[in-house]
C-alpha cells in the first residue's frame, strides 16, 4: 500500500514569497490533514478535509494561508505571503473514515523562510 | 490547558534500560496513538488504542480509559530507539485528533 506522499520536501524561500505543498493521501482515505509543527513542538491542525469538504480550519491563518482538496482526492496547501514565523515542517496526514481508523502521515515539507 | 499532556518533555537513559512515557488526556476519545518521529523523518504509527494493552516488539502500550491515562514502555531500550515519541488521542466525534508536545527520548550506548 503506498502511503501517504508530500512534496517538496524542502522549501526555502524569502519572506513575503509564495510557496505551495502538495499532498496525495492513502487510496480511499476520505479525511485529510494539514499540520504545522514547529521545531520542538507537537503538531498543530491547519486544516481538515472529509472528502472535498472542509471539516475544520479554525487555526488556519486565512489572511495568508489557503488549501484545498478538489475532487476530494490530493490536496494543496499555499501560503502568500510567507513570514519569518511561518518556517516550520508541514505534515499532510490521512485516515479513514471510521472512529478506530489509523492516522498515516507524509514525510513532511520543510519550509524555512529567510 | 492543552487537551493532552505528555511527560517527560526530555529523556535520557543508558542503553538496557526500562523506559516509560506517559501521557493524560481530558476529552472523551475514540482512540489514543502513539506516534514515533525520527529526526528529519515523518511520523510513524506506532499503536492505536482503544483499551487495554498492545505489545509490538520491545513496546508496550497501556490505556486506562476511566483514569485518561496512558503510557508507552520501551523494554530493553536501544540507541535506535532514540526519537521523539508523540501520544495523539482521537476524538470521539469529528475524526480530530488533539496531539501532545512530545518526548524527546535519547538512549545512550
Redesign the interface.
Known amino acids: 500500500e503506498a502511503g501517504v506522499a508530500q512534496s517538496p520536501r524542502y522549501k526555502i524561500i524569502e519572506k513575503r514569497q509564495s510557496v505551495a505543498f502538495w499532498c496525495n493521501p492513502i487510496s480511499g482515505h476520505a ?1 485529510l ?1 494539514w499540520y504545522q509543527q514547529i521545531l ?6 491547519l486544516i ?1 478535509f ?1 472528502n472535498n469538504g472542509v ?2 480550519d479554525s487555526q488556519l491563518p486565512k489572511d495568508r494561508f489557503s488549501a484545498e482538496r478538489l475532487k476530494g482526492v490530493d490536496s494543496t496547501l499555499k501560503i502568500q505571503p510567507a513570514k519569518l514565523e511561518d518556517s516550520a515542517v508541514y ?1 499532510c ?1 490521512s ?1 479513514p ?1 471510521r ?2 481508523g ?7 515539507s520543510r519550509l524555512t523562510v529567510l | 490547558k492543552n487537551e493532552v499532556e505528555q511527560s517527560p518533555q526530555n529523556l535520557t537513559a543508558q542503553e538496557g534500560e526500562f523506559i516509560t512515557i506517559n501521557c493524560s488526556y481530558s476529552v472523551g476519545i475514540s482512540a489514543l496513538h502513539w506516534l514515533q518521529q525520527h529526526p528529519g523523518g515523518g511520523i510513524v504509527s506506532l499503536f492505536m488504542l482503544s483499551s487495554g494493552k498492545k505489545k509490538h516488539g520491545r513496546l508496550i502500550a497501556t490505556i486506562n480509559i476511566q483514569e485518561k491515562h496512558s503510557s508507552l514502555h520501551i523494554t530493553a531500550s536501544h540507541p535506535r530507539d532514540s526519537a521523539v515519541y508523540i501520544c495523539a488521542a482521537r476524538r470521539g466525534t469529528g475524526n480530530q485528533f488533539y496531539f501532545g508536545t512530545g518526548t524527546s527520548l535519547t538512549v545512550i550506548p
Not at chain 1, 489509523?102 to 513532511?108: A, D, I, Q, V
Open positions: 479525511t490533514y520542538g513542538q507537537g503538531p498543530k491542525l481538515q472529509q471539516v475544520d505534515l496526514a485516515s473514515l472512529s478506530t489509523e492516522l498515516f502521515f507524509g514525510e513532511g
